[in-house]
């Protein structure tokens, strides 16, 4: 059995997904946009409205979360590879750093102090 209010929900989510596209809407867009949606598709305008933000916020957290797993690869493949990462070479920076420091401190308690007095 086909459920009519459910399929009406299905082309008013297509149809606001497609309106999204990759950019993100305003609320005073949104609003529009429902107002469009409510005309042709035959809902009321906060039904519209409330479908078009249930399908942004989809959209948001798909999009989140494939950027997630992206970085994710992209750092797995950057190790596979044997390079480090900023925050590696950084910390390696920061390191090197305090061990050249720590060797000038050595150096200067190991040389001579200079006297007054020369032979």
């Known amino acids: 059995m086909d459920d009519p209010g459910r399929s009406r929900r299905e082309v008013v989510e297509k149809l606001g997904l497609a309106a999204v596209g990759a950019v993100a809407l305003t609320?005073?867009?949104m609003d529009e946009l429902a107002?469009?949606?409510a005309a042709?598709?035959?809902l009321r305008r906060d039904e519209a409205r409330q479908i078009i933000e249930d399908?942004?916020?989809?959209?948001r957290g798909d999009a989140s979360r494939f950027a997630e797993r992206a970085s994710s690869s992209v750092q797995a493949l950057l190790a596979q590879a044997g390079l480090v990462s900023r925050d590696e070479f950084d910390e390696l920076e920061l390191r090197l750093a305090q061990?050249?420091?720590r060797l000038r401190l050595?150096?200067?308690?190991?040389?001579p102090r200079s006297s007054s007095v020369q032979d």
């Open 99 to 101: 061990v050249e420091h």
């Open 27 to 29: 609320a005073e867009r």
């Open 55 to 59: 399908a942004v916020t989809r959209w």
């Open 35 to 37: 107002s469009e949606l």
């Open 40 to 42: 042709k598709g035959g």
């Open 106 to 111: 050595l150096e200067a308690d190991g040389e």
